[in-house]
C-alpha cells in the first residue's frame, strides 16, 4: 500500500512539477510531510529524508520534462547553464544546514517562502515592469506560438547572485529551485512563461545532481522508497510537459500561484500547530 500511494505521489509530482517549472519537490515534500505524521500506515520520514528522496526523483522529473521541452524549443540552453552555475554550490551549502532543521521548523519556513512567491505572482500584473535587469543585461528575443515577441534578459552577476540562493533554499528544503526561479525569471527577468519553466527544467536537472550527490553523502537518501517515487515521476513529468504545450501563459502563471499559495498555507499551519 505504502508504495502504491508513493508511486501517485511520485506521479502528481511530475505532472505538476513540469507544467509549471518547479522540479516536483515542491508537491512531494509536502504531500509526504503531511502523508507521515496523518496516516497510521505510512513511514514517518525525518524531513532529512524527505529531501533526499525529493532531489533524487528531481533529477529524472528533470531529465524527463526537458527533453519533452527541447522538442519544442522552449530551453534556453545558456541561460540554464549560467543558473546551474550559481545554484550548484549553494544547494551543498543548503543541504549540510539542512542537517540541524528540525520538522516544525521546516514546515514554517518552507510555508513563508512559499507563500511571498504566489503573493508576488498574484500582484504582477500590478506592478510596474522591472526593465533594468533587462536593459543592463544579455538580451534575448522569443517569439511564441500566437507571434507574440518577448525581450528577456538580465546581468550574469546578478543571475549568479540570484540562483546561489535559490540552491540554497533547493538543498535546504528540497524543492528543486524552480519554485523561487520561475517567479524571478518571469517578474524580474521577463522571461515568456514557457521559456522560464522550460528552462527551469533544465536548471534543476543540472542542480538535482549536485544536490543528490551531497544528500547521498549525508545518508538522507531512503533508498527503498526510490523505486516507487522515481517512475511515477518520470512518466509524470512527461505527461505534464505534454500539457504545458496546450495551455497559454497566464493559464500558467494562474496555476503557478495557487499551488504555491495552497502548499504554503498548509505547510505554515503544519509549522506552527506541531511545534
Known amino acids: 500500500m505504502v508504495f502504491i500511494v508513493m508511486a501517485l505521489v511520485g506521479i502528481v509530482s511530475g505532472i505538476v512539477g513540469a507544467l509549471i517549472g518547479l522540479g516536483g519537490g515542491v508537491i512531494l515534500v509536502p504531500a509526504l510531510l503531511f502523508l507521515g505524521t ?3 500506515f505510512f513511514p514517518e520520514l525525518s524531513p532529512q529524508q524527505i529531501v533526499g528522496l525529493s532531489v533524487i526523483m528531481m533529477i529524472f522529473t528533470g531529465l524527463s520534462s526537458t527533453l519533452a521541452y527541447m522538442k519544442v524549443g522552449t530551453v534556453d540552453y545558456k541561460s540554464g547553464i549560467i543558473f546551474f552555475a550559481g545554484s550548484a554550490p549553494g544547494t551543498v551549502i543548503g543541504a549540510f544546514v ?15 517562502l512559499l507563500v511571498l512567491l504566489s503573493l508576488l505572482l498574484l500582484i504582477r500584473d500590478h506592478l510596474k515592469e522591472v526593465h533594468w535587469f533587462v536593459d543592463n543585461g ?12 518577448y525581450i528577456y534578459g ?3 552577476w546578478f543571475a549568479l547572485l540570484l540562483t546561489f540562493f535559490v540552491g540554497f533554499a533547493s538543498g535546504l528544503f528540497g524543492i528543486g529551485g524552480g519554485s523561487i526561479i520561475v517567479p524571478a525569471m518571469i517578474l524580474l527577468f521577463l522571461f515568456p512563461p514557457h521559456v522560464a519553466i522550460g528552462t527551469s527544467m533544465f536548471m534543476v536537472f543540472l542542480s538535482a545532481i549536485i544536490n543528490s550527490i551531497t544528500h547521498i553523502s549525508l545518508g538522507h537518501v531512503p533508498w527503498i522508497y526510490t523505486a516507487a517515487v522515481v517512475p ?5 513529468a512527461k505527461l505534464g510537459a505534454r500539457l504545458n504545450k496546450h495551455l ?11 499551488v504555491l499559495l495552497v502548499l504554503g498555507l498548509r505547510s505554515i499551519y503544519e509549522g506552527i500547530f506541531s511545534s
Open 38 to 40: 496523518g496516516f497510521a
Open 98 to 112: 539542512n542537517k540541524n532543521l528540525d520538522l516544525p521548523s521546516f514546515n514554517l519556513y518552507f510555508g513563508i
Open 138 to 149: 544579455r538580451q534575448t528575443t522569443f517569439i511564441d506560438k500566437q507571434q507574440k515577441e
Open 154 to 156: 538580465y546581468p550574469i
Open 232 to 236: 511515477g515521476a518520470y512518466i509524470g
Open 248 to 258: 497559454n501563459s497566464e493559464t500558467l502563471v494562474i496555476i503557478l500561484r495557487l
